[in-house]
């Protein structure tokens, strides 16, 4: 049976003249991947509306498409849709106040309420894999360069199928996005994750340097002098987080960077048993149960978040 709600947010669609897209700050390929995705889809399939994708750009993603830049004092009457963010505050690019009407699709644990119109599925993999769903159980379009990103957002965010929270649903929208539009995958698998010889080298000396606690618990602090040592950006830096998966004596492990920019630590945090989203949510961030992130300017956080990451190891058996 499908949804009802898909079709509730397709009236909604329907019905608005100027709709924008958001996602969460620090963005990763699926929540870059699934807003351009949706704008691009509505586009297609209502080509006089004002269509706009928002946020912070980070160089990385620009295959993917270019995102819109906007005065929302010239917006008139809009439509939020904000994808991949379970929170208000998190939301990038946009004044959440200024929007009568709001669309949150989102794959985390609720939080923040914020229309009357929300899918909320903890069991999907990806943003990616909801709206695809969305696509496919409307009339909104599919055409080749959706499919892509929607693609690259879902195998991204189920690491390449590998977490939990990938199904048999998600096998079955991957088999009919590729049917349907004869996506070539090998190419966009290259797109996702063929990386220059300096990441590789610092892939490695992360690894060679990475702080194992007896309990499991595994970290490693990255700063501004060893980032440009290897000449890598800082987000690149901190993503390197889902290369460590499958290590014999790690039950959990972060990457913890600075932000001199915005000036807040950012700790991207993952597990192969502990729950830490959790522990992240005592530092205001969130996530998934084995895949979350923590922002805070306070150093004496950091220090606090890695003691209760290594508790939680130690009580795991």
């Not at 996530?287 to 922002?295: D, E, M, N, P």
């Amino acid at each position: 049976m499908v949804n009802p709600i898909y079709k509730k947010i397709y009236q909604k669609i329907k019905k608005y003249d100027t709709i924008v897209v958001a996602r969460h700050i620090g963005p990763d390929p699926d929540a870059v991947t699934t807003e351009i995705a949706l704008r691009d889809s509505i586009r297609e399939t209502f080509p006089n509306k004002k269509v706009y994708a928002v946020g912070s750009g980070v160089a990385r993603f620009k295959t993917y498409g270019t995102l819109d830049k906007i005065n929302e004092d010239e917006l008139v009457n809009p439509l939020l849709i904000v994808v991949d963010v379970p929170n208000i505050y998190r939301i990038d690019g946009i004044t959440f106040s200024k929007y009568s009407e709001v669309i949150k699709i989102d794959h985390h644990p609720f939080e923040d309420k914020m229309g009357d119109v929300e899918l909320v599925d903890t069991t999907s993999c990806s943003a990616a894999q909801l709206v695809t769903e969305l696509i496919f159980n409307t009339k909104l379009k599919m055409p080749l360069h959706v499919a892509e990103n929607l693609f690259c957002g879902i195998v991204s965010d189920s690491d390449r199928f590998l977490l939990p929270y990938t199904t048999a649903k998600t096998f079955k929208l991957v088999s009919r996005l590729i049917e349907e539009t004869n996506l070539d995958f090998s190419k966009l698998y290259v797109k996702l994750y063929e990386r220059p010889l300096n990441e590789i080298r610092f892939q490695g000396y992360l690894a060679e340097n990475l702080i194992l606690t007896e309990n499991g618990f595994a970290y490693i602090k990255i700063d501004n002098e060893l980032i440009e040592k290897f000449g890598v950006d800082s987000g690149t830096a901190s993503n390197m987080v889902n290369n460590f998966n499958f290590i014999k004596e790690v039950k959990a492990w972060a990457f913890i960077s600075y932000d001199t920019k915005n000036k807040v630590y950012k700790v991207n945090i993952r597990s192969r048993g502990p729950v830490i989203n959790e522990i992240a949510a005592k530092y205001n961030g969130g996530g998934h149960a084995f895949a979350s992130g923590v922002r805070t300017p306070n150093e004496e956080d950091i220090d606090n978040l890695i003691k209760d990451l290594d508790e939680v190891c130690k009580e795991e058996k």
